[in-house]
Structure formats: C-alpha cells, structure tokens
C-alpha cells in the first residue's frame, strides 16, 4: 500500500527566511508520481509541481525549488525568502496508476506554514 | 476557462438526513475523483469515475455512493449522515483519470453534520 509521511506537522518561521517542507513517500511500484498542492484557509487545493519516477532532476521555481531523492524515498519542497502569501497548509500526495486504472491520490498529512512579517 | 465549480459551498445538516454534493469538471475533462478532507488532516479519496463508469473506490461505507453525467459533471450522495461525516469534500478533475495526469480540485463544499 502507498503511504506519504510529512513529520513537520507546523512551521512557523519569519519573512524572508527560506524553509523545507519534508515528504517522506511508500510505494511498491517502480513507476509512480509525486505531487505538491497548497491549501490556503479558503479550503481549494492549488497544485503546485508533478514529478515521475523517473524524474530525479531537481526543479526551480521562482522561489520555490523541489528535491527528489528515490534513495532515501523523499520529495522536499523549499520556499527561499518566504512571504506572508506563502502561509498555507501544504501537502504531498501521491499516486501510483497507470493507464487506465484510475489515479487515486494518497495524501500525506500536511504541513501548516505560517509566516511572520 | 473555468476551473472545478462543486455546489453547494456549505451546508447543514442534521444526523440521519441525506446530502448531494454537485460538482462540474473543467471543460474538456473526463474524470472526476472525490475526497473527504477531515479538519485537519489530508485529504482522502472517496471515488473516482470516467465516462461515467466507476474506476476506483476508497475505503468507504456504502452510505456513500455517487454518479457521472453525460456531460461529465458528478453527484456525491451520503445518506444516514453521521456527524463524523463532518468535512470538506473536495472535487478533482482530469482529462482521462490516468496516474500520471494532475488533478486540478474545487472549492470544495464544507458539510457540517449536527
């Protein structure tokens, strides 16, 4: 069974700091996908980054980057110089199907930033 | 374009009564999954259809059951409400309901169950 782990359940941190949101993922399957979305208090889940299995490249965002390491089964996520903006619930999901046989997103338990000014 | 619109945005309701959730995918979308989002946890995934077919269930009781249109737009019903069916229940759409496609999610309806 797939299972995603974020220990940091909240983080607090000040403006402009940068900070690492952990995501820890189980899967038997070699070919699977891992996904970001941001949950602001509004309650929608914006989606934020899709990686492949078979995708070990880091990616840059603005300010945001994302590490994949299938050694150590984790799927990082790095706001640099954070913002007020950034504060939200964050979380980590995800999904093993191909083809057609459905694409049932696993969710980790979410990480609450909150940034000071 | 439009994105996911789900309806009602929130809704009442007392133990024992019935609910149907709506929700319209993103135009040129074919599948649309359903989660329940407890306060504060993760999501979980209720059901997945495409082409109005049921492609995948999760580990839910059979007070919940749903349905897809033809034009692809999805009901959620629960009957028999109980209150820890108090929740967010969040809408997602893609185009084929494949892994590797991002699923785009709606507003969400909040239901609170008294």
């Known amino acids: 069974a797939q299972k995603v782990t974020q220990a940091q359940t909240e983080i607090s941190v000040v403006e402009k700091e940068d900070v690492t949101l952990d995501c820890v993922y189980e899967?038997?399957?070699?070919?699977?996908?891992l996904f970001w979305y941001k949950q602001p208090p509004s309650g929608e889940l914006v989606f934020l980054i899709r990686?492949?299995?078979?995708?070990?490249q880091n990616e840059i965002s603005g300010r945001y980057s994302w590490n994949f390491q299938k050694s150590t089964s984790s799927f990082n996520f790095t706001i640099t110089a954070s913002q007020v903006v950034d504060s939200a619930v964050y979380f980590c999901?995800?999904?093993?199907?191909?083809?057609?046989?459905?694409?049932?997103?696993?969710f980790g338990g979410g990480t609450r930033l909150m940034v000071k000014p | 374009d439009a994105g996911v619109t789900q309806s009602p945005t929130h809704l009442i309701k007392t133990r024992g009564q019935q609910v149907t959730l709506r929700c319209s995918p993103i135009?040129?979308?074919?599948?649309v999954s359903w989660y329940q989002q407890v306060l504060g946890q993760g999501p979980q995934f209720i059901f997945q259809?495409?082409?109005?077919?049921?492609?995948g269930r999760g580990n839910f009781p059979d007070r919940f059951s749903a349905r897809q249109f033809p034009n692809y737009s999805s009901e959620l019903n629960v009957n028999a409400l109980l209150l820890g069916d108090s929740a967010l229940y969040l809408c997602?759409?893609?185009?084929f309901g494949q892994g590797q496609e991002t699923q785009y999610f709606g507003p969400g309806t909040r239901l609170l169950v008294l």
């Open positions: 997602a759409s893609s185009f």
């Open positions: 899967t038997r399957d070699t070919t699977y996908y």
């Open positions: 990686r492949n299995s078979f995708d070990e």
């Open positions: 999901a995800l999904s093993e199907a191909q083809g057609n046989a459905g694409n049932m997103l696993t």
């Open positions: 135009s040129g979308h074919k599948s």
């Open positions: 259809y495409y082409e109005k077919e049921e492609r």
